[in-house]
């Protein structure tokens, strides 16, 4: 099955075209086209996501994105297409709020084939509701002209596709996963704990009660003065100060819930010991916040641990995934590959490759395997900014 998948949920426009084989047992891909345009340069001025930003640059981009991904997979082939009057109109309409791009999206559907794919697959949620329209809109414009069946993708299922693949020479596998499974998802927008005990059905163990881990490093970065996206700043910093070889600190933070009697979460007193520690000690010096990100990302890392620890023992997993943004954290990576090992050694471990860690439409397309081949299509699908797994 070839599946051409689109992702708009946050400040990534991406497009893949995936082949697959197999089955839910044991699957096979083979990425045939990959697009993706970041666009943090643009929001870093803005210190974060700037939605109407955010949907007008989704706009502009697709197009040109998708016409990257099907001349990678060699599926583009020119040629002319009248689209009748009545598919023309009710299209028009679809795409009526996505400023230029009912111009754009005409003017390259009538100049080539419908491509050789069976399937297209959109995030549809959780995400930022203007952004994910974008996608919605253009993947149903293309399953309109083109006559193709459309799946809607939850994208805290296309991170647990991406943490559950594993590059095989030119191809990713999933295959092999032993159920249930546990999953750490930690974005943006996310910090929960969800098991899939059967194959795609999941149910919640525990979630943030206030910020998302992303989010915190978002604001201590911020609060330190380090540019948007402040995750991968906060761990540069952290890093250089654990390479320098000194143990020692002035800074001591809190690890929130840590012995609570639950697997639910708390950053925002985290967030906020930095606050008062920085109010305690105005004009900090650049060795001082390599300090505070090592003792900020020692907590998070501490907490994250524990809670996951837990659901492990709660719940049976026999896999552990961590997914989203910021399990491309170096630290985090580290204190779970050892403590796995020395503590739950039973328990397979999956982190995504570091090219699927951050946004991207290669883990749509995963997911969307799945639930095309259960047929799940929609003609409508629509965006919630919400979007449960379980
Ligand atoms: O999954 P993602 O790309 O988008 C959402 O769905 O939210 O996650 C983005 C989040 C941001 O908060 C970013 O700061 C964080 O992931 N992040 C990191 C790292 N890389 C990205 N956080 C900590 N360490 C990193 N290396
Ligand atoms: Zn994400």
Redesign the pocket.
């Known amino acids: 099955m070839k599946i051409l998948a689109i992702e708009t949920?946050?400040d990534e426009t991406a497009v893949a075209i995936l082949e697959a084989r197999g089955d839910e047992k044991s699957a096979r891909f083979t990425v045939l086209g990959n697009a993706l345009l970041s666009q943090i340069d643009i929001h870093r001025e803005y210190g974060g996501v700037f939605p109407a930003l955010a949907k007008r640059e989704h706009a502009k981009n697709l197009v040109p994105l998708l016409e990257a991904a099907l001349e990678e997979a060699e599926l583009l082939h020119e040629d002319t297409q009248a689209l009748p009057d009545e598919a023309r109109a009710k299209i028009s309409e679809i795409l009526a709020r996505e400023p230029g791009l009912a111009e754009a999206f005409f003017e390259f559907v009538s100049e080539c084939e419908p491509p050789a794919i069976d399937a297209l697959a959109v995030t549809a949620g959780p995400?930022l509701e203007p952004a994910l329209w974008v996608g919605i809109n253009f993947a149903k414009a293309l399953a309109l002209t083109w006559g193709k069946p459309l799946v809607a993708v939850n994208?805290m299922e296309g991170?647990i596709m991406a943490a559950l693949a594993k590059n095989e020479g030119e191809e990713l596998m999933i295959e092999d996963v032993a159920l249930p499974v546990l999953a750490l998802l930690i974005?943006?927008?996310?910090t929960e704990l969800v098991v899939m005990k059967r194959w795609l059905e999941y149910t919640l163990v525990g979630q943030t009660r206030d910020d998302a881990v992303?989010?915190a490093?978002?604001k201590v970065a911020r609060m330190l003065a380090l540019p948007y996206?402040?995750?991968?700043e906060?761990?540069r910093l952290a890093e250089e100060v654990r390479a320098s070889g000194v143990r020692t600190s002035d800074f001591e933070l809190p690890r929130p819930m840590i012995d609570s009697n639950s697997c639910d979460f708390s950053f925002a007193g985290l967030k906020t010991a930095v606050l008062y520690l920085l109010k305690d000690k105005p004009g900090v010096n650049e060795e001082e916040k390599k300090h505070i990100a090592r003792e900020f990302e020692n907590a998070v890392a501490d907490v994250l641990w524990r809670k996951t620890s837990r659901a492990l023992e709660e719940t049976g997993a026999k896999t552990l995934v961590i997914g989203?943004?910021?399990s491309?954290?170096?630290h985090i990576r580290r204190v779970f590959t050892e403590k796995m090992r020395t503590e739950h050694s039973g328990t397979a471990l999956r982190i995504p490759p570091a090219a699927l860690t951050?946004?991207n439409a290669i883990m749509i397309a995963l997911a969307g395997f799945y639930r095309a081949r259960r047929e799940e299509f929609t003609g409508d699908p629509e965006a919630n900014g919400n979007r449960p797994l379980a």
Do not use: K, L
């Open positions: 949920s946050c995400g994208h991170h974005s943006g927008g996310h992303g989010e490093f978002d996206p402040g995750g991968p906060i761990s989203g943004g910021v491309a954290n170096r951050t946004d």
